[in-house]
């Protein structure tokens, strides 16, 4: 009871946080500098992909798949961006802070996040020095913040990156959220955040049928005027980060728009991880859970084309699956290892297991993922790349199979 009564009046703890945030003062703290920088990436490559699927119970509307696609993409390694972010410095440790930032596909000259400007960030901030900071705006979770050192990858390089299978630190962003962060003691972070309006969409599913037969509404998201008409969702997590040792829990929960039906199910997410530096290599560990639905995993390839051709409705761009009694468990084992000075290798193995009522489906098996990728530094700012990843089951849809091979060029300014 004392718990359910804690996420039921998350929101008024956490502007109750944030208002004792903006009320602490500390006239000890150093001077903040002030100023605006522009910045960005451009990510660009070659890429190869092959996927295979046959038909399963229920039937496919294009029957069994085979097919190939040879050709540019774009945000391999990163996704490509520009831009802005700010500080003043208001003096007594205080200081007030912004970022703008918009996603692109610099080989098609198009915005990317649904069109957004600034759709990868747009927030306003004030920040206590050394004590924490408040975000108001536009923004990643904390699971997606978190597990961006931990995972070899970096949340990069499409299906290989940890968000394949931990559907929450796939760098999700939710609009309209107050976070608060802040940092109790030296290497230690703790934040809490509270979404008014994630503005994702959603599907809504009492049972297994409207996936078995492809035919689930897709909702699309928005900000409603009555509260409880907007999907909203908590986001809460603690980094560990002093020397080699990187440790991460968070914790997810969403709410559906509660005047449509089948919207209480309420996916809550968990994981757990952690990264220990030992100078030859970088060895990384994950465990997680979903439970009553799910958010999207990364399609098959990164950046190539607008959409996946693997059929997947559990993992709909940028929508999140309600299904009561669904469940999965999440496992990552990621090495980083130095090859040279300029040279480094990225390896990871992900495996997410169908659980609650999704083991009764002969449709659903365990996904397993291998990737690996080496980067080169050739500057400062540019870097080459070179990567592969196979997915067995993809998206833990059974004889699903993704086989990606790509070379690019990222630079940084």
């Known amino acids: 009871m004392l718990r359910r009564n804690l996420f039921k009046n998350a929101p008024h703890c956490l502007i109750l946080a944030a208002v004792m945030f903006l009320g602490w003062f500390s ?53 490509s961006r520009f831009g802005l972010m700010g500080n003043e410095d208001l003096g007594g440790g205080f200081g007030v802070n912004f970022v703008l930032e918009g996603g692109f596909n610099p080989a098609q000259g198009i915005s990317s996040q649904g069109g957004r400007l600034f759709g990868r960030q747009s927030t306003l901030g004030l920040t206590l020095r050394e004590v924490g900071r408040l975000d108001l705006g536009r923004q990643i979770n904390l699971a997606s913040n978190y597990f961006l050192s931990i995972d070899p990858f970096q949340e990069g390089f499409g299906q290989a990156n940890i968000g394949s299978s931990f559907g929450s630190a796939n760098t999700s962003r939710y609009s309209n959220m107050l976070l608060v962060q802040v940092t109790p003691v030296s290497g230690l972070t703790v934040g809490a955040g509270y979404s008014f309006s994630t503005e994702m969409s959603a599907i809504y599913a009492s049972e297994l049928g409207c996936i078995n037969t492809l035919s689930c509404q897709v909702t699309s998201g928005g900000y409603n005027f009555i509260s409880n008409r907007n999907m909203r969702a908590i986001t809460l997590g603690a980094q560990f980060k002093r020397g080699p040792l990187d440790l991460a829990l968070t914790y ?162």
Not at 307 to 332: E, K
């Open 27 to 79: 006239t000890g703290a150093a001077a903040q500098q002030s100023g605006v920088t522009f910045y960005g990436i451009l990510d660009l490559g070659i890429q190869y992909d092959r996927v295979r699927q046959q038909a399963f119970s229920g039937g496919l509307p294009q029957g069994s798949l085979n097919q190939s696609f040879l050709g540019m993409a774009d945000g391999v390694q990163s996704g």
């Open 252 to 413: 997810d929960k969403l709410y559906g728009d509660a005047s449509l039906q089948n919207s209480s199910a309420n996916p809550s997410f968990w994981a757990l991880g952690g990264a220990y530096d030992f100078k030859v290599l970088k060895l990384s560990l994950a465990a997680g859970q979903a439970i009553d639905g799910f958010t999207n995993g990364q399609s098959q390839g990164t950046g190539a084309t607008s959409s996946t051709v693997l059929i997947s409705t559990s993992w709909t761009p940028g929508a999140v699956l309600f299904l009561p009694g669904a469940r999965a468990n999440s496992y990552l084992v990621g090495v980083t290892a130095p090859l040279t000075a300029d040279v480094t290798l990225l390896a990871s193995w992900q495996m997410m297991q169908p659980q609650g009522i999704l083991t009764a489906d002969p449709q659903f098996k365990t996904q397993q993922i291998f990737s690996a990728a080496l980067t080169q530094q050739i500057s400062p700012r540019t870097n080459f790349y070179t990567y592969a990843s196979y997915g067995l089951n993809f998206a833990m849809i059974n004889t699903a199979e993704s086989f990606v091979l790509g070379v690019g060029i990222r630079h940084q300014f």
